[in-house]
């Protein structure tokens, strides 16, 4: 009995060997071989501490056997009651096995806090206080690997942030665009993802060093990180927000691209790339906008790009660069003023040579030197200022287009940065050539890795049980000397197994890496019982359910009680899963003990005693 | 070389300062001591659990305020320029831009470039108008001065307190405290070079940011010239987006 007992335990535990997270199997492997000592000190030491105890406490051990000895007789009258009505229990337990089977298809796996802590707990607080004021404690990140200094690729990043962000549950994401676009405002005035790789890398260097920006990209620039803040605390709401990423990014991300000069492709890219940013700055500012307009009026005015700009407005803000203090040649106003004029005059696009000479010709009397100077300040800020006014007239049209009243100065300057997009000079393109540009997106962060565990977890469960249960059975069939007995033998733990995952799923229970661990240990120590059982029966040879169960039944019920105990003080601590381990593993050695009776003992020690007498 | 050695005989022999005040104009003197100054630098950052950064540059000083800075490496910064022209006039010319930028006051307290010194000390080129100084040692070969800030003197360190060799009247280390008095910086020159005796300068300038898990920069410097003949144009924003020479 003893051999067989351990033996199984053993077989039952290395199970947890087939299942592919590692410390599983490690306990797997630590715990049988542990079994396994217990089982060699259970042949070899405890039988002399029996021998010794007999002899010196003879009294108290005749005291003990009285209360064993009810124990027999209450189970022997409950064994011979499930022998004389066997058709009903069997019809009963069948039911219930079937109830259980149905209920275990709506066992829920996944990982989440709710399968860890209890409402009311601090870390079920601090969720709640994260979730209320912070948009939630979940991350889900998406590892871009590319040239992280291309702006190119920094818009598409952006862009799939933007759609991202109007994911439900999804309340914010980052990037390492958003920085960069903060720090080129204070560069140029527009909160954008500079135009150039130059100007990129010298935003890098101004931001690098700053430990958030760390976290969005690599200091090589060869992979950068999107943060997606979820609110959702369900493992399944947040895996439903994992699921819509990846579809995002396996329709609609660009990973293998070009860079496009004017063509038509280009502005068509560049219109459905503002496109999604503009919807996501109606979302953020909460503006109605029906979606007719998102359809047709909105993508009209993105294509009528302003031809006639405003030239007064136009000579006012090179006016203003003049007169700051960033302009290397101070002047009055009134030169300032007929040198803006001069200037916007020229039209947009004027290169060196024609501001000096325009220059040259406005002010005859100034040495050549301080033209010169005069020329290289105002060249940039000049060509800014033409786009700045083509941004700020269609945003306007734009945002007339959507319907909307005036904006906020805030605001509507956000607007007129999304503008400057639509006139890139240059576009990414999908493009299959040999020499294209590459990007490679992957969905990854605690919630990923909380999903595989989900799915190794299922996965485990049906490889480890199945492996546990045909090792059971092959043992019991070898010391039986029959399948049938073997077969017989694992009966009441199967329909332990089923009643314990049925209960699971009519409280909630999940199914995770703690739980997962029930059947091995179930079918393990839950298939003592039967041995125990029919190991009396064997030896008695009768077939009478009586005299098998006087025999093994108190050893069942002490041994199921001690189990059960020693699984119970996990139930005291804080840790939801060892809570749900040790109750559940606790109830199942209860039941495995009363299926034994119920089940076994009225077929059992006949179908032995007639393997016996063939054998 | 006789004129070296008397040089050196009258430098050495100067009254010794009498008080904190003292020592302090005293270092200031000789820190502001030539008209003007061209340093080139390589400094390296080291932080634990990142790659080691390096930035070269040379700076080129006039008188106690100006100061231009131009940028050698690494590649994206190189061409960038910047310009001090008072406390509160600083320029950066920025290539990729085309374009010049001013500066805005509370950038001086950030980490310049992510390394541990800040434009608050980098601009600090005089002590004495900043700190009251009060004498706490006077060996052989240092005096070791504690000064306090001055009121309305716009610096975030409350306190300083310097050791200062003697033999070149310049600071061995400085450590810098905070409003609430906690020490957040520590600075030390290293192996000081003479090209006569009164003008020497560090060879290496280390400081350690104790408030950013002890970040630790350091400055070596390649080439040093004093007295070069910079004139007053090269330091206007001009010159700083031409990058005309001196």
């Not at chain 1, 991300?253 to 700055?281: D, F, G, P």
């Not at chain 1, 940065?417 to 490679?440: E, K």
């Not at chain 1, 005299?547 to 002490?558: D, F, M, N, Y």
Request: net charge positive; proline share 4%; aromatic share 6%.
């Amino acid at each position: 009995v003893v051999i067989t007992s351990g033996l199984t335990t053993v077989a039952s535990i290395l199970s947890f060997m087939t299942m592919d997270v590692r410390p599983m199997q490690s306990f797997g492997l630590f715990t049988a071989i542990g079994i396994f000592s217990t089982l060699v000190l259970s042949l070899s030491f405890v039988p002399a501490v029996i021998r010794i105890a007999d002899s010196m406490f003879k009294g108290e051990v005749q005291a003990t056997n009285a209360g064993i000895e009810l124990l027999r007789v209450w189970t022997v009258s409950i064994a011979r009651w499930s022998a004389l009505h066997r058709a009903r229990i069997g019809v009963g337990l069948l039911l219930v096995a079937i109830v259980c089977a149905g209920l275990i298809s709506r066992l829920k796996t996944g990982v989440d806090m709710q399968t860890f802590f209890n409402a009311g707990s601090p870390p079920d607080l601090a969720e709640k206080f994260m979730q209320r004021y912070f948009g939630g404690s979940q991350f889900v990140q998406i590892a871009v690997k590319g040239d992280a200094n291309d702006p190119h690729l920094l818009r598409e990043v952006r862009r799939i942030a933007n759609e991202v962000s109007m994911l439900p549950k999804v309340t914010s994401v980052s990037h390492v665009g958003d920085a960069l676009a903060l720090s080129n405002s204070a560069m140029t005035g527009a909160q954008r993802i500079p135009d150039t790789t130059e100007q990129v890398r010298l935003l890098y260097s101004f931001i690098e060093h700053e430990p958030a920006v760390g976290q969005l990209v690599r200091p090589d620039r060869s992979e950068l990180l999107i943060h997606v803040r979820v609110e959702a605390a369900v493992a399944a709401e947040v895996e439903r927000v994992v699921a819509a990423i990846e579809q995002l990014l396996a329709s609609g991300a660009i990973e293998s691209y070009r860079i496009s000069k004017a063509t038509k492709a280009n502005a068509l890219r560049l219109r459905s790339v503002v496109l999604t940013q503009l919807r996501v700055l109606a979302q953020q500012h909460r503006w109605v906008v029906p979606e007719e307009r998102w359809l047709g009026h909105v993508p009209g005015a993105l294509m009528r790009v302003p031809q006639n700009l405003d030239l007064d407005a136009l000579t006012k803000r090179v006016e203003h660069f003049l007169l700051s203090k960033e302009n290397a040649v101070p002047m009055s106003e009134s030169s300032a003023r007929s040198t803006a004029l001069a200037l916007v005059e020229l039209g947009e696009g004027a290169d060196d040579v024609q501001i000096l000479d325009r220059l040259r010709r406005l002010f005859p009397t100034w040495d050549e030197i301080t033209l010169e100077d005069l020329m290289f300040s105002a060249v940039g800020p000049v060509e800014e200022a033409w786009q700045q006014q083509r941004a700020s007239q269609h945003a306007a049209d734009v945002v007339g287009a959507m319907g909307l009243s005036r904006l906020s100065d805030a605001v509507t300057s956000k607007v007129e940065a999304t503008m400057f997009d639509l006139y890139s000079p240059t576009a990414m393109l999908p493009s299959d050539a040999a020499d294209a540009r590459t990007a490679t997106y992957a969905v990854s962060g605690l919630p990923v890795m909380r999903r595989g565990l989900s799915r190794s977890v299922k996965r485990n469960q049906l490889v480890s049980m199945g492996s546990a249960l045909l090792l059971v059975l092959v043992i019991m069939s070898v010391v039986f000397r029959s399948g049938l007995v073997g077969l017989i033998a694992t009966v009441p733990t199967l329909l332990t197994l089923l009643v314990v995952y049925g209960g699971m799923a009519v409280m909630g229970v999940h199914l995770d890496i703690g739980t997962s661990m029930l059947a091995s240990l179930i079918l393990g120590a839950g298939v003592d019982y039967s041995v125990h059982l029919l190991s009396a029966a064997r030896e008695d040879g009768s077939g009478d359910v009586a005299k098998a169960v006087s025999r093994s039944g108190p050893a069942i019920w002490i041994n199921a009680i001690m189990v059960a105990a020693g699984f119970l003080v996990l139930t005291l601590g804080d840790a939801r899963p060892l809570r749900n381990v040790g109750g559940l593993t606790a109830a199942a050695m209860l039941i495995a003990a009363i299926a034994t009776f119920a089940l076994l003992a009225s077929v059992g020690p006949k179908v032995v005693a007639r393997s016996a007498r063939r054998s | 070389m006789t004129g070296f050695l008397l040089g050196a005989v009258v430098f050495l022999a100067s009254p010794a300062p009498k008080d904190g005040d003292a020592v302090l104009r005293l270092l200031d003197s000789v820190v502001t001591g030539p008209k003007d100054q061209l340093l080139q630098y390589e400094l390296l950052t080291t932080e634990a659990g990142k790659k080691d950064r390096l930035i070269s540059f040379k700076v080129f000083t006039k008188g106690k305020n100006w100061r231009r800075v131009e940028f050698l490496g690494p590649a994206d910064l190189r061409g960038m320029r910047t310009l001090v022209r008072s406390p509160t006039q600083s320029y950066v010319w920025l290539p990729a831009f085309r374009k010049v930028r001013r500066l805005a006051t509370h950038t001086k307290e950030q980490g310049f470039m992510g390394t541990s010194f800040s434009e608050h000390e980098m601009s600090m080129t005089e002590l004495a108008p900043i700190f009251k100084a009060k004498l706490l040692e006077n060996t052989d070969k240092y005096w070791k001065v504690e000064g306090v800030r001055r009121k309305g003197q716009d610096v975030p360190f409350s306190k300083i307190v310097l050791t200062i060799r003697k033999d070149v009247k310049q600071a061995a280390e400085t450590q810098f405290y905070n409003n609430d008095g906690m020490l957040v910086k520590t600075e030390r020159r290293l192996d000081y070079v003479c090209s006569d005796p009164k003008h020497c300068t560090a060879k290496v300038i280390e400081m350690v940011d104790h408030t950013r898990n002890a970040l630790k920069s350091q400055l070596k410097l390649k080439e040093w010239k004093i007295d070069v003949g910079l004139k007053d144009s090269f330091f206007t924003l001009r010159a700083l987006q031409r990058g005309a020479r001196t």
